[in-house]
T-cell receptor
Framework: EDQVTQSPEALRLQEGESSSLNCSYT??????LFWYRQDPGKGPEFLFT???AGEEKEKERLKATLTKKESFLHITAPKPEDSATYLC????????????FGRGTSLIVHP | DGGITQSPKYLFRKEGQNVTLSCEQN?????MYWYRQDPGQGLRLIYY???????QKGDIAEGYSVSREKKESFPLTVTSAQKNPTAFYLC??????????????FGEGSWLTVV
């Protein structure tokens, strides 16, 4: 059974204090790993897809990396507007394309 | 703009009532999904449809029903058999494999509250 574990569950940072969110996964062959941002009361917003170990993608202050067992979402010099819940999901090779989601990391950035 | 539209944003259900949540997409995606989100539990799959006129149960289908008569539309009915329907409901669709990499995109969600 595919599993996704995100840590920490909650993270508080000061503005400008860089940090990383972790997504550990177990899957029988990885088709893709996805990162989403979710603001309170809204649907998840797609950020990145990573396909193979060693791959990296960046968007503004966010950088996602992938190994064979985990992915990191690095946040450089965060701003209060980066406050949100960040969700990770994995999609297994073969099968029905249905992703398995982690429970998310709630990030609060204080000014 | 292309996207997924869910309506209504807020819905109140009385005990014993069936209610239907609407989901429409203009992304030309074949596959569509319904998820339920409760605090601290993450996203749970209710139903999914890979193609028109076909749908499959997800992990928590009991008390829910769906139809997929058109490619653009995937409505979810929450029946009176669903004993704890108060939750945030998310509709999603999946891009095809070439290029966009099977990415799942979400609508803005619908809040359902039992009164």
């Amino acid at each position: 059974e595919d599993q996704v574990t995100q840590s920490p569950e909650a993270l508080r940072l000061q503005e400008g204090e860089s940090s990383s969110l972790n997504c550990s996964y177990t899957v029988s062959g990885l088709r893709g790993l996805f990162w989403y941002r979710q603001d309170p009361g809204k649907g998840p917003e797609f950020l990145f897809t990573l396909y193979s170990a060693g791959e990296e993608k960046e968007k503004e202050r966010l950088k996602a990396t992938l190994t064979k067992k985990e992915s990191f979402l690095h946040i450089t010099a965060p701003k209060p507007e980066d406050s949100a819940t960040y969700l990770c999901a994995v999609q297994a090779a073969g099968g029905s394309y249905i992703p398995t989601f982690g429970r998310g990391t709630s990030l609060i950035v204080h000014p | 703009d292309g996207g997924i539209t869910q309506s209504p944003k807020y819905l109140f259900r009385k005990e014993g009532q069936n209610v239907t949540l609407s989901c429409e997409q203009n992304l030309n995606h074949d596959a569509m999904y319904w998820y339920r989100q409760d605090p601290g539990q993450g996203l749970r799959l209710i139903y999914y449809s890979q193609i028109v006129n076909d749908f499959q149960k997800g992990d928590i289908a009991e008390g829910y029903s769906v139809s997929r008569e058109k490619k653009e539309s995937f409505p979810l009915t929450v029946t009176s058999a669903q004993k704890n329907p108060t939750a945030f409901y998310l509709c999603a669709s999946r891009s095809p494999g070439d290029g966009a990499g099977n990415t799942i995109y979400f609508g803005e969600g619908s809040w359902l509250t039992v009164v």
